[in-house]
């Protein structure tokens, strides 16, 4: 018996570490395909909930949109901010192009990130995202293979950022604006997007719409830390 013991438990070990690289090996090769791809961050929105450029607003004392380029480079070949006006966000050192067709809300962005893209691929971020789990990006990727666009879904809900989108969308978010559609739930339904199912308890990204939002993401931050 003792024997059985020490080789079912040398087995066990072998089948850890078999897993454990299997694991990691698909890690890697996510990683791999999204630094192949550049991220869009889109801040064409008036922050009327926020009273100021909510992207600029201080989150541990930094920019939400300098935390979120900078995290963003990290996985991704490039980043690119899309605003109403190109060079807005030179000082924080991201790259900035403006809005095609400003006013028309994140559709408008993201038609112009998919125009502007020279990936097969690009990962949309809302400028007011303060906060985002790098796994969750992975997710995304890994789900993507063969449809159009992977996209969290919740609550019988899309929430289209952070979201994967492939440059051939294009056609379906230009017919969408020139039809005056501007919802992105909208497009997501027309192009068959894979939905990654999430729960409020789960959900892997925070948005600060309002400076108390950013407040309660600061916080949670801290909370993490401790």
Known sequence: MHHVGVALGHLLIEFGLALG????????????????IKAYI?????????????????????PVIARLGEQLSRLCESVVVVADRPGKYADLGLTTIADDQPGCGPLGGLATALRHCDTDWLLACAADMA????????????????????????????????????????????QALAENRRGMHA???????????????????????????????????????L
Request: aromatic fraction near 8%; glycine fraction near 8%; proline fraction near 6%.
């Open 42 to 62: 889109l801040s064409g929105g008036r922050s009327s909930r926020f009273g100021s450029d909510k992207a600029l607003a201080l989150l541990e004392g930094k």
């Open 187 to 225: 497009l997501l339904d027309q192009i068959n997007a894979v939905a990654i199912p999430r729960d409020e308890a789960q959900l892997p990204f925070r948005h600060a719409n309002t400076p108390e939002e950013l407040a309660a993401v600061e916080r949670w931050l801290r909370w993490q830390e």
């Open 131 to 174: 906060w985002m789990d790098d796994a969750a990006v992975g997710e995304l990727w890994a789900a993507r293979p063969d449809r159009p666009a992977a996209v969290a879904y919740r609550s019988g809900k899309w929430q289209p950022m952070p979201a994967l989108y492939h440059t051939g969308t294009l056609a379906a978010a230009r």
């Open 21 to 36: 690289l299997a694991i990691g090996f698909h890690a890697s090769m996510i990683r791999c395909g999204m630094s192949r």
